[in-house]
């Protein structure tokens, strides 16, 4: 019989959280410093910060508490609950990182998707019964190209998303189409609400706060929480 909502985020979602949030900050403190730095335009008015220089408590705490309240919600995704892992804790450091510079690094990117992938995998194949993986695994790969598909179309023809957002949107897509089509639309839809309501905010304060960052704006944190935000939806 399944836990009430209430105890699954308590037990053992508080375990999940401890989990989540001190791989973010092992991502951050030894991985994000590592980091190759990306070539960027010499007229842009926004000097980036080096990588090596995020190791700072304004990128190292909030990677920590984004991870641990998104690694409380794992348990919800049942069989994909080790892939959410992976995605709190490693995608807290990447959107911490887009947070701080507007740039979603392709190689701690792509350890996320490897990790995402991996333990989903390893998770389903524990335990969901063997007659679910083909439908979890063909979910995912909807998931991916559709997100894909969508944001790609969005970058294209926009110009507030970055190539890193698509990358992104099509790792979120891909977990949430896992756990089906209704996850699906609503991780997608719940990520870019929260995006543009942010966007809208972030744009009238800086409009008598102006920014170092100028337009820019880090999209990146918001599709991330676009799954975990459709775990609790679903599981309330």
């Not at 979603?104 to 792509?110: K, T």
């Not at 979890?136 to 969508?150: E, K, N, Q």
């Not at 609503?186 to 905010?201: E, F, W």
């Not at 744009?203 to 820019?216: E, F, N, V, W």
Request: net charge positive; proline share 8%.
């Amino acid at each position: 019989m399944p836990l009430p909502l209430w105890r699954t985020l308590l037990w053992p979602g508080t375990m999940t959280a401890l989990v989540a949030a001190l791989l973010a900050l092992i991502a951050v403190r030894f991985l994000v410093p590592r980091l190759p730095e990306p070539e960027v335009d010499p007229d842009d008015p926004f000097v980036k910060p080096l990588y090596r220089d995020l190791v700072r408590p304004g990128v190292t705490i909030p990677a920590l508490a984004l991870g641990g309240i998104a690694g409380g919600t794992s348990p919800l995704a049942g069989g994909m609950v080790l892939g959410a892992l992976a995605l709190a804790g490693l995608g807290a450091a990447l959107s911490s990182v887009d947070a701080a510079t507007t740039y979603l690094p392709s190689r701690l990117h792509w350890l996320t998707v490897s990790a995402v992938v991996l333990l989903g995998a390893l998770g389903v194949l524990l335990w969901e019964p063997r007659a679910r993986w083909w439908p979890i695994g063909l979910g995912a790969v909807f998931g991916a190209l559709a997100s894909f598909c969508l944001f790609w179309v969005i970058w294209r023809v926009g110009n507030g998303f970055g190539y890193g957002d698509v990358r992104l949107a099509t790792l979120t897509g891909g977990f949430c189409g896992a756990l089906g089509v209704q996850t699906w639309w609503a991780g997608m839809l719940l990520g870019t609400i929260v995006g543009a309501v942010c966007a809208i905010a972030v744009a009238l304060y800086r409009r008598r706060h102006p920014s170092p960052l100028g337009t820019a704006f880090p999209y990146g944190p918001a599709l991330w929480a676009g799954p975990f935000l459709a775990l609790l939806m679903s599981a309330w």
